[in-house]
């Protein structure tokens, strides 16, 4: 399996996994770099879409995908789509050409989002997270609660360590900033940001990355850490416990 980010708008992906017959791609906000990359490899069929959440910058490109291709859609059961959709929840699994995608339902970005991961054969597993956790940082909280979405980046965090995290943006160098902010003193981080810095720097995507540097560098894994949740508590005086600090952190976040 190859699995390629498409840059699309200002700082989405889409990913496209392949294995040089059938493609599946994730998250298509924009339909013309998917139909650019299929025009460029004629023997690739697109059969299957997945969908995270329901967001314009995720969905926007499926209903000319799917006019143009007939891909199966598979997205959140809990949200509405603009094209016929399986509609999927905790648990489910969906199997594509022997590659079995696990379910798991991760509210907070918004409430009925989904994140997809999947082991293919002699590789790294994969997670389509979309819009829950981003490299260094975690989403917006839309539509849920602080409580939701630590108990969703808790979920993912369950993961195994080499599972590759394919978030849907490019915004790491952001939250890296704010990342080195909350928690200075932590070493892994200080060389995870330079490598990314060389990375954007070279116009390369710093994704995917290992859930296992996600755990030791993403101050929202990190929410219960001392160095983490001193640093809130100190700024923040209604955070209390793993939620109100989160929360506080979270709120921090969004002011810096
Ligand atoms: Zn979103
Ligand atoms: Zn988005």
Same mark, same amino acid.
């Given at each position: 399996?190859?699995?390629?980010?498409? $840059?699309?708008?200002?700082?989405?992906?889409?990913?496209?996994?392949?294995?040089?017959?059938?493609?599946?791609?994730?998250?298509?906000?924009?339909?013309?770099?998917?139909?650019?990359?299929?025009?460029?490899?004629?023997? !690739?069929?697109?059969?299957?879409?997945?969908?995270?959440?329901?967001?314009?910058?995720?969905?926007?490109?499926?209903?000319?995908?799917?006019?143009?291709?007939?891909?199966?859609?598979?997205?959140?059961?809990?949200?509405?789509?603009?094209?016929?959709?399986?509609?999927?929840?905790?648990? +489910?699994?969906?199997?594509?050409?022997?590659?079995? /995608?696990? !379910?798991?339902?991760?509210?907070?970005?918004?409430?009925?989002?989904?994140?997809?991961?999947?082991?293919?054969?002699?590789?790294?597993?994969? %997670?389509?997270?979309?819009?829950?956790? /981003?490299?260094?940082?975690?989403?917006?909280?839309?539509?849920?609660?602080?409580?939701?979405?630590?108990?969703?980046?808790?979920?993912?965090?369950?993961?195994?360590?080499?599972?590759?995290?394919?978030?849907?943006?490019?915004?790491?160098?952001?939250? %890296?900033?704010?990342?080195?902010?909350?928690? $200075?003193?932590?070493?892994?981080?200080?060389?995870?940001?330079?490598?990314?810095?060389?990375?954007?720097?070279?116009?390369?995507?710093? %994704?995917?990355?290992?859930?296992?540097?996600?755990?030791?560098?993403?101050? /929202?894994?990190?929410?219960?850490?001392?160095?983490?949740?001193?640093?809130?508590?100190?700024? +923040?005086?209604?955070?209390?416990?793993?939620?109100?600090?989160?929360?506080?952190?979270?709120?921090?976040?969004?002011?810096?």
């Amino acid at each position: 399996m190859k699995l390629i980010a498409l $840059p699309a708008f200002s700082d989405n992906y889409i990913w496209l996994l392949h294995d040089d017959h059938h493609a599946l791609v994730v998250d298509p906000g924009d339909s013309a770099p998917v139909l650019t990359w299929l025009q460029h490899h004629p023997g !690739v069929q697109l059969d299957m879409i997945l969908v995270t959440h329901h967001h314009a910058d995720h969905t926007g490109g499926l209903t000319e995908l799917v006019s143009h291709t007939h891909a199966h859609v598979a997205g959140p059961a809990m949200e509405k789509m603009p094209v016929e959709t399986q509609g999927l929840v905790q648990g +489910d699994r969906l199997d594509w050409h022997g590659l079995g /995608f696990e !379910v798991h339902e991760v509210p907070g970005h918004t409430l009925g989002h989904i994140a997809f991961w999947a082991q293919p054969v002699d590789q790294a597993p994969v %997670l389509f997270c979309g819009d829950t956790l /981003f490299s260094g940082g975690c989403g917006r909280l839309f539509e849920g609660t602080a409580a939701q979405m630590l108990g969703s980046l808790d979920r993912l965090a369950a993961l195994p360590d080499e599972t590759r995290v394919c978030c849907a943006h490019e915004y790491t160098l952001s939250n %890296l900033k704010f990342a080195l902010a909350v928690d $200075p003193d932590n070493q892994p981080l200080r060389t995870y940001a330079q490598i990314c810095a060389d990375l954007r720097h070279s116009n390369q995507p710093t %994704l995917p990355v290992p859930l296992s540097t996600e755990r030791a560098i993403n101050p /929202f894994l990190r929410s219960r850490s001392r160095a983490v949740s001193n640093a809130v508590r100190q700024r +923040d005086a209604r955070a209390m416990d793993d939620v109100t600090t989160f929360a506080a952190l979270r709120t921090w976040k969004n002011e810096f």
